[in-house]
């Protein structure tokens, strides 16, 4: 026998019945026309869904200056990266020993007391 496409079914119930509906369903972790289906079928329904929580996001203020020069210093390395690329010749090796002098820096600059 030939599988048939998907039919479209609706029905009419009242929003405090939708509601109710859509707020069980979501309770299950399921959507709604699959607990109709569900019920229809005789099938179990499954056991409460858990409840997932969005962690929220935690900010921490970070001096201006320093974003400014890991920022310069990001710059730097874009910069070296797109000359290596182009096969153009300078010392590399100076410039990243720059940048790490210049890491170092702010790394002391910056430590908590």
Do not use: C
Request: glycine share 4%; no cysteine.
């Amino acid at each position: 026998m030939e599988a048939s496409k998907p039919k479209l079914f609706t029905m009419k119930v009242n929003e405090t019945e939708l509601r109710r509906w859509q707020k069980f369903a979501k309770s299950k972790g399921k959507p709604l026309s699959d607990i109709i289906k569900m019920i229809m079928r005789g099938q179990e329904l499954p056991a409460d869904a858990p409840i997932k929580k969005t962690p929220k996001r935690k900010y921490t203020t970070v001096d201006p200056n320093l974003l400014f020069e890991i920022n310069a210093i990001g710059n730097n390395l874009n910069q070296i990266a797109r000359r290596v690329n182009q096969g153009d010749k300078f010392d590399v090796l100076l410039l990243l020993v720059a940048i790490e002098k210049k890491l170092e820096r702010l790394l002391n600059a910056h430590q908590a007391p």
